[in-house]
């Protein structure tokens, strides 16, 4: 299908101070503890903002983490909507080649409602434990765990619950959540390519894996923003929006200290819904590392984001310290030069390559073709990663890396990024900070991920660190978006 743009405006012809938001972009780029990627803003339904920080562009799909859940959820939505599964229902019903192995009164008193709320009566993540109990059926595995309390009692974040949540939808509607979710969001929102990582069971994860464009973010907020409705048609009922985003339990020290803030400052503590999160402000899905897609009734607004943070408490901190205030009541008059100057700098967002100089020449010689080992024997960073080979010639230099028999040639460009496709999505950057140490830095572009990797002449040795560790493992030639 050919994809529709959203609707585009002048910050201040929708009442939003660029001046503010080039104070949000300023923070973003000087917080130690976030990378920003992208940011998307949307007031009244228009694109008022957005950027892209190169390497990174907008079309390509990024992975989105966490909130591959609210996607789910919505998918769920839908299937309500149809009859294809009741809230109400026995979890274990929908899997009844299972139903002789459940025993526990608790597990067989889960209801669907349970799984998109993280209310199952576990107290803690099951993951593990469910994954020790079936390796290959983590469906089975998750049931076999009696809950802790009585399901509905308790909030755990957990991934095989919307796993499980998947699967039924999965099983109900004979498709995969990508294809079920195709004409009824996906094509009717605009949203293009995506790509879903699957498990052991052969179907796409549910919990995580999702891989979409930060529009895709945008439009999934714009269309809860609106309760169900876009362009004017209802999509999702009003009913399941509410019920969606609103608190179903107390959250509140689940996620920990989050960084020594009081409770009331901290936006994991305040309640969770089918799958979102609310916040001090609004509500929001929510991915690993800040991919967030944040909406805010009360301000007719949207802010979604890509990004590698460390800390992502710190990055929601941002949001409300430099954009809550952008928002206006009414359209602001005399602000050409503020939004012109936003405009121009969101053409030139950029992430600083790494630093590096060209081969020392009285060195070039004994770099050619240098073959480095892991450091201590094992790379830390990356466990696959068995060597690492350095050629120099006519044409400059590459990296080579080694990881179960494959190798994958990284070269850089001349101070920047250099992006390549194949064999997977990466940009390179780097050189050397002195005649015996070669630093390397890859970002794999569908990822929020980077990977820093320091080659030392002295002893043959390198090393790999990321600067966010992937969460779903797997060889580097892995972190790329599936592909039909």
Known sequence: MTLRPLPTSTPSAQGVDASRVLAFLDALEAAEAVEPHSVMILRHGRVVAAGWWAPYRPDRPQLLYSVSKSFTATAAGFAVAEGLIGLDDPVVSYFPEFEADITDPRSRAMRVRHLPSMTSGHEAETYDRARALDQVELVRGFLLLPPDRDPGTVFAYNQPATFTLAAILQRVTGQSLTAYLRPRLLDPLGIGEVGWLKGRSGRELGFSGLHGATDALARLGQLYLDEGVWEGKRLLSRE??????????????????????????????????????????????????????????????????????????????????????AFGPEPLTGRDAADAALAERLTRLALTPAAGSPVPPERAEQWSDAEFTPYGGVCAGQPGLSGAVVTVDADGWALTLVEDGHRLRAAPGAGGWRVTDEPLPLAVSGGWTDGDTLAVDL??????????????????????????????????RSLRAPRP
């Open 443 to 476: 970002v794999l572009l569908e990822t929020p991920h980077r990977l820093r990797v320091t080659c030392s002449l002295a002893d043959r040795t390198f090393t790999a660190r990321w600067d966010t560790a992937p969460l779903h493992g797997g060889p580097l």
């Open 240 to 325: 399941w929006v509410a019920e969606a985003t609103r608190a179903h339990l107390p959250t509140a020290g689940y996620m920990g200290d989050a960084g020594g803030q009081d409770a009331e400052q901290r936006d994991w503590d305040l309640g969770y819904g089918f799958s979102f999160w609310q916040s001090r402000h609004g509500y929001r899905a929510d991915g690993a590392y800040g991919q967030f897609c944040v909406v805010l009734p009360e301000h007719d607004a949207v802010i979604a984001t890509t990004a590698a943070a460390a800390d992502m408490q710190a990055l929601l901190d941002l949001v409300w310290e430099h954009l809550l205030p």
